[in-house]
């Protein structure tokens, strides 16, 4: 059984390209290609550029019963894209729940700073009252102890 690197570079042999016309259409440096023909594993990024380069299918890199195991492992990442895009929406749904209850918490504290305003004036106008009414009381007391020094 040959490993991957090998392959590759029986692969491009057998085309009509060089090595360093693969690295050109790569967009890397044919000395790279060539460590390339030294790996027992290539990472998969690279063998899609190389079969790209030479107009073939990457499964083409692969025996048989790597092909079955190279489109089961695609069948999981399908599926584990899947999730994670699964994932992303109901986030995205969150997110947007959330932005919906912060301008909601920010209007709750607008109404209640003007609650506090209005609770503060109210309290002002109630010690106004209760010294008028204080006032008038002792005006009209003539037992009143502070009515002297309300009178002077």
Do not use: W
């Not at 991957?4 to 790569?26: F, H, L, N, P």
């Not at 025996?63 to 195991?69: A, G, I, Y």
């Not at 994932?87 to 301008?103: A, C, G, P, R, S």
């Amino acid at each position: 059984m040959q490993h991957v690197g090998k392959r590759i570079k029986t692969m491009i042999d057998e085309s009509k390209y060089s090595a360093k016309e693969i690295a050109e259409k790569m967009g890397t440096s044919f000395q790279n290609v060539y460590r390339l023909f030294e790996k027992e594993s290539v990472e998969t990024k690279h063998l899609f550029k190389i079969a790209e380069a030479l107009g073939i299918q990457i499964s083409q890199f692969f025996e048989e019963e790597s092909r079955n195991d190279l489109t089961e492992e695609i069948k999981k990442l399908k599926g584990e894209i899947q999730s994670n895009i699964e994932t992303i929406t109901q986030l995205q749904n969150q997110i947007k729940i959330f932005e919906k209850l912060v301008k909601s918490n920010e209007t709750l504290i607008r109404q209640n700073k003007l609650l506090l305003k209005q609770v503060s004036s109210l309290e002002e106008r109630l010690s106004i009252l209760e010294s008028n009414f204080e006032s008038t009381r002792c005006n009209n007391a003539p037992d009143c102890e502070n009515r002297k020094t309300i009178i002077e």
